[in-house]
């Protein structure tokens, strides 16, 4: 099993900025990579950011440049962090984090308001 905590969401004028957090614990040895997802009201979730155990990241093409994906760790945890710049009202979604073994585990989620 593993758990994941999520903070960080909030709401922001256009062009500002927001730090995502996932706290993973548990069965970390066996996730092989961490993503942020999001999903917008009436619109499937999609995968926003992916970083690999191996630090190879990968990103949406309409968050290219704007987000970054990095993690840390340590023996207990890991955490995921998603820096997000230049937010638009279109990024407005809730966010969730994942970690990816044989199975895939889900945070809570996080909401990120992009308004005027």
């Known amino acids: 099993q593993v758990q994941l905590v999520e903070s960080g969401g909030g709401l922001v004028q256009p062009g500002g900025s927001l730090k995502l957090s996932c706290a993973a614990s548990?069965?970390?040895?066996?996730?092989?990579?961490m993503g942020w997802y999001r999903q917008a009201p009436e619109k499937q979730r999609e995968q926003v950011a992916e970083?690999?155990?191996?630090?190879?990241?990968?990103?949406a093409d309409s968050v290219k440049g704007r987000f970054t994906i990095s993690k840390a760790n340590n023996n207990t945890n890991t955490v995921v962090y998603l820096q997000m710049n230049s937010l638009q009202p279109e990024d407005t979604a809730v966010y969730y984090c994942?970690?990816?073994?044989?199975?895939?585990?889900w945070g809570q989620g996080t909401q990120v308001t992009v308004s005027s």
């Open positions: 548990g069965n970390i040895f066996s996730i092989y990579a």
């Open positions: 970083i690999t155990n191996g630090g190879i990241t990968n990103y």
């Open positions: 994942c970690a990816k073994n044989r199975y895939r585990y």
